[in-house]
């Protein structure tokens, strides 16, 4: 995928995945569109969202975050929209339906090292 149809893919995700965020639900509507833009990825996605595979861990003292998802640690790359496991942390965090536990930032600095 070019740069250019990354950012655009990314920008129209990220106006449905803040409305969804909004509603704090998803309609019919926008996870038929979240499917358009991902193709097999949103589905995989789903599931893990749906299976209560995405954790949150937050920095006690920092606030910041790390997401995990399935033991996968989900990590931006460039040259993809994104994977399953990005793709269901944002899907998991707009439905607010992460799993958090908040650790102290050395934990989560180990966790970002792993």
Sequence with gaps: MQAASAVGLESVASEILAAVAAAGSATDEQLSNLHFLYDSHFAKALQIVDQGGVWCFVGASSGRRVYQAFF???????????CKHQLAARLADALNKTRVQTVSDIALGHLLAE
């Design 72 to 82: 996968f640690d989900v990590v931006s790359k460039a040259e993809a929209a994104a």
